[in-house]
């Protein structure tokens, strides 16, 4: 090569290093022995701008071990409560785990030498509006990944990431009810606004003696303000009211510029847009989200068991509960209904959890016998529970907590209404169940939350994909595994959904289907579409408007693909 080739090169390359105030090296954010990685002192002037509220975070084995008992009580350790107050637990403890880190950085409960894993290094455990703006911009400055938390409920652990600083938002536990809640001058009505570290069992408890009720999962430490609403937010309420983010009228917001921002329908609309439905943790740190609330009533509310003796029987039984699955809709009533393990029977069960509203108890009961009389015909099924009882709705739905602590992971289909309207769809779903289970599946999740008002709604301007609006159910295939498990059989699990499950599934919801991003598979091939349909383009728009350098990337989330899966450099 010439000198006369060779001195373009040169001057290109010298341009690119002048050409950027910034290292060349911030393809990647900085990581601890970077030459951009704060040192202790920066740290120490962060912890004094955040009131002391700055920690080093450890795997939630090692928090257990450094309490004065040495560890956490059985019951410690699978509270969804006591672990939502701790920055390094995740709700799936495998999601603790750095499991693709090289080498692998492993804190099993009873391992003797603990890595770091997946666990943030730092976290700012917030107070303040200003502690979270300091932590932003303390990240934005020094070029460092960003985890954001509420209650580390994540099911597909976007709440955590290697070599991170985490902001926790527990400590902001306001609730604030009014009756009449005003956008634009424009009165809204009654409404309720929480902040990220108030749980869904709070906004049952508290608005019960409000005589009120707002859209909540069946999950008692899940945070409304945290990851729910970005989602999308499902509950057995919703075929009444519509999906949690369709009820939302306001969000205040830290963007990455560290500004504070009212999102709603009149000021900064279009993240408004973003925030209701374009997938959590990848647009600021939410300080309150305020939703509608609505006149409390007595609902009935059933659990049904039935013991399976084969995965044959649990997919005949599932063929049955399909031929049904419209007898709610006279009444916009919502059902959960699960293949489940039962660990005392140590075989599948199916489990129906119904919630109808202002329904007498016998009127409840009328409108699942003839499903219960069918599926008393199938073979080797069995009634073990059936309870029938009427409460007020905010108990019917209020959880004292949640157990959790499995190694857990999901892939999932919204499944369309006319995919249960064929003739053949008992038989499909049969199949399809049967045939999950026995690929591996350790639980089928299925979620009777939409049709209704939810698909009433779907002129309401958001980035909750259309695929919701015309969808009846949502349906989870969980892989579940133990400790015990050998790194790679745990790396077949993680990538069951993909390699096996999925196929099985789209024979049901069809090839196109989208997927409630909250429960849902990390690896999902193409998520932008799967996850938010026609609407990634725009926002994407919305993100480089918001998020210009990227400082808020989740798994599967926009931006995403521009970064490897640590989120840690571009690729
Ligand atoms: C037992 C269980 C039951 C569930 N039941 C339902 C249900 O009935 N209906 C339903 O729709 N979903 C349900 N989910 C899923 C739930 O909606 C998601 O797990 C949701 O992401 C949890 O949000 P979180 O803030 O509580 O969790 P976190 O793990 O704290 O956060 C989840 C995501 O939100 C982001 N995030 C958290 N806080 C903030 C914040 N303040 N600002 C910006 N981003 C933030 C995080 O970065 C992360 O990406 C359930 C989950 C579990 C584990
Ligand atoms: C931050 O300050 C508090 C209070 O002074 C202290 O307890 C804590 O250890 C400090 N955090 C770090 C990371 O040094
Ligand atoms: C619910 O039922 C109870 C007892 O039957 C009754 O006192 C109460 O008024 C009902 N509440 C509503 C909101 O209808
Ligand atoms: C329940 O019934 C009451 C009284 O008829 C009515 O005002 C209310 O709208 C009903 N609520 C629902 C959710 O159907
Ligand atoms: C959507 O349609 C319903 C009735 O069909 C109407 O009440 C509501 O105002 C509409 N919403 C929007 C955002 O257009
Ligand atoms: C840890 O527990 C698992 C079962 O959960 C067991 O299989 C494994 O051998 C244990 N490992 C150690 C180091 O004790």
Known sequence: MGLKTLLPLIFLLALSGLSSGKPLNNKCRNAPGDAGFPDDKAWQTLNE??????????????????????????????????????????????????????????CFRNSTVCGQGNVPLYAVEAENVADVQAAVKFAADNNLRLAVKSSGHDLLGRS???????????????????????????????????????????????????????????????????????????????????LG???????QIVVASGELLKANSVENSDLFFALRGGGAGSWGVVISATFRTFPNFNATQSVLQFAVDSNAAAGAIAGVHAKHIFALDAVRGGQYFFVIPSAELKTQTFWLQTVTANTTLEEGKALLQPFLDDALKVEGVTLIVKEFEQYV?????????????????MGSRLIPTEAYQREDAPAVVEKVYTELLDAGAGAIIGSLVAG????????????????????????????????????????????????????????????NAGAYSNEADIYEADFQTTFFGPNYAKLTEIKAKYDPDDLFIVAAGVNSEKWDEFGMCRV
């Open 452 to 511: 209704g008002q939810v698909s009433a709604n779907a002129n309401i301007s958001s980035a909750i994909t259309p695929a919701w609006r015309t969808a009846k159910t949502h349906v989870i295939a969980a892989t579940i595994w133990e400790d015990s498990a050998s790194l790679s059989e745990i790396n077949t699990y993680r990538h069951l959904f993909q390699t096996s499950h999925l196929a099985i599934l789209e024979q049901l919801s069809g090839p």
């Open 245 to 251: 983010a369709d009820n939302v009228l306001e969000f």
């Open 393 to 409: 709705i905010n108990d019917a739905l209020y959880r004292a907590d949640d157990t959790i602590a499995e190694n857990s992971v």
């Open 49 to 106: 701008t955040v009131g002391g509220g700055l920690a080093p975070v450890v795997p939630f084995v090692q928090f257990c071990r450094s309490l004065p008992a040495g560890e956490c009580t059985e019951a410690q350790w699978t509270s969804g409560l006591f672990r939502s107050g701790i920055a390094g637990a995740m709700d799936m403890v495998n999601f603790e785990q750095g499991y693709d880190l090289t080498p692998p950085s492993l």
């Open 160 to 242: 955590t990431a290697p070599n991170s600083l985490l902001i926790h938002m527990a400590k902001f536990r306001d609730m604030v009810f009014t009756d009449s809640f005003v956008v634009g001058g424009e009165d809204l009505g009654s409404a309720l606004t929480v902040g990220p570290g108030v749980h869904l069992q709070d906004v049952f408890k508290e608005s019960k003696a409000h005589g009120k009720i707002a859209v909540g999962g069946s999950a008692g430490t899940v945070s409304p303000a945290g990851g729910y609403l970005q989602g999308a937010g499902h509950s057995v309420i919703s075929p009444l009211f519509g």
